[in-house]
């Protein structure tokens, strides 16, 4: 069935990029995700990426789509004391049925 | 405009209890779905709604039920309550079921 997989934690300094990797299996979906999640919060959508594209750059988010290997990362640039949550990947094909990662905690070190 | 409004935000209830969370979602979207999130499972899809039907089932037994009125806003029962129930349940919204999902803050529901 369906899967994704990413480690579960990730450690940074302050100032440094963070990057965040994630394999899935299924390569029909449309969408692949990226959550944060902060201590007693839902999850905030933070970027997505259509499965037809390589890469999607947000300000100080990178994403690349690796669709051959079914690898996704997210790298935070500069990343902030702010940034530490956990960040959940994602995939589907819209609302319904999303598959989501474990999670991987992100600590940023001041 | 509002996101997706979860209530409440917490909730306390012992075993054999039955629990209703609501979910009211962005203004305009159609699709809502429902998740589990658990330390040991992650994040579970349990259905999601659209339209008032019912398109898609994770696999959850049938103590877990939901619904959707005409105007998009869902509630999710839980029946004959377990201690394995105790989570936090999110909501998402999206406005069809094959655009991005909008998750709310979450039901943290424990059974004691």
């Known amino acids: 069935g369906e899967d994704v997989e990413q480690s579960l934690f990730l450690s940074v300094r302050e100032g440094d990029s963070s990057v965040i990797n994630c394999t899935y299996t299924d390569s029909s979906s449309t969408y692949l995700y990226w959550y944060k999640q902060e201590p007693g919060a839902g999850l905030q959508l933070l970027t997505y990426i259509f499965s037809n594209m390589d890469m999607k750059q947000d300000q100080r988010l990178t994403v690349l789509l690796n669709k051959k290997d079914k690898h996704l990362s997210l790298r935070i640039a500069d990343t902030q004391t702010g940034d530490s949550a956990i960040y959940f990947c994602a995939e589907g094909s819209g609302g319904f049925k999303t598959i989501f990662g474990a999670g991987t905690r992100l600590f940023v070190k001041a | 405009k509002a996101g997706v409004t979860q209530t409440p935000r917490y909730l306390i209830k012992t075993r054999g209890q039955q629990v209703t969370l609501s979910c009211s979602p962005i203004?305009?979207?159609?699709?809502v779905s429902w998740y589990q999130q658990t330390p040991g499972q992650g994040l579970q899809f349990l259905f999601e709604?659209?339209?008032?039907?019912?398109?898609n089932k994770g696999n959850f037994p049938g103590r877990f039920s939901g619904r959707q009125f005409s105007n998009s806003r869902s509630e999710m029962n839980v029946s004959t309550l377990e201690l394995g129930d105790s989570a936090l349940y999110l909501c998402?919204?999206?406005?069809?079921?094959?655009?991005?999902?909008?998750f709310g803050q979450g039901t943290r529901l424990t059974v004691v």
């Open positions: 998402a919204s999206s406005l069809a079921s094959n655009t991005e999902a909008f």
């Open positions: 709604y659209f339209s008032e039907t019912q398109r």
């Open positions: 203004s305009g979207h159609r699709s």
